[in-house]
């Protein structure tokens, strides 16, 4: 009598590793998607963030600033100057940067007193 060769692997082995790889793939995809939102909304973040730092030193370095607002690059910058503080010869300076961010408006302030 003959015996049976059973190296290698059956059909249904072959296809549960198959269906095992494609689910890790899937969620391999769905994780990198996950993860290049997270990084562009971090570089818009950022970016607001250095346009409202870089009208804070404009403000700064000027005589006698004034309230106003502009729109660079996508997003709006509006700024208060307050000559109304408790000290005498300062003034509060508030910028806002308002962007849109998908489907949804986000916003960031930074306030300062010089």
């Known amino acids: 009598?003959?015996?049976?060769?059973?190296?290698?692997?059956?059909?249904?082995?072959?296809?549960?590793?198959?269906?095992?790889?494609?689910?890790?793939?899937?969620?391999?995809?769905?994780?990198?998607?996950?993860?290049?939102?997270?990084?562009?909304?971090?570089?818009?973040?950022?970016?607001?963030?250095t346009l409202a730092q870089d009208k804070m030193e404009e403000l700064r370095g000027s005589a006698s600033p004034v309230s106003g607002a502009d729109t660079k690059e996508g997003y709006i910058r509006t700024w208060t100057v307050d000559d109304k503080t408790p000290a005498t010869g300062l003034r509060t300076l508030t910028i806002s940067i308002t962007w849109n961010n998908c489907a949804s408006s986000q916003i960031i302030t930074a306030i300062t007193r010089m």
């Open 1 to 49: 009598m003959k015996s049976i060769n059973n190296k290698g692997f059956t059909l249904i082995e072959i296809l549960i590793a198959i269906c095992i790889l494609g689910f890790g793939l899937l969620a391999t995809a769905q994780m990198q998607a996950m993860a290049i939102k997270g990084n562009s909304f971090a570089n818009k973040t950022t970016t607001a963030s």
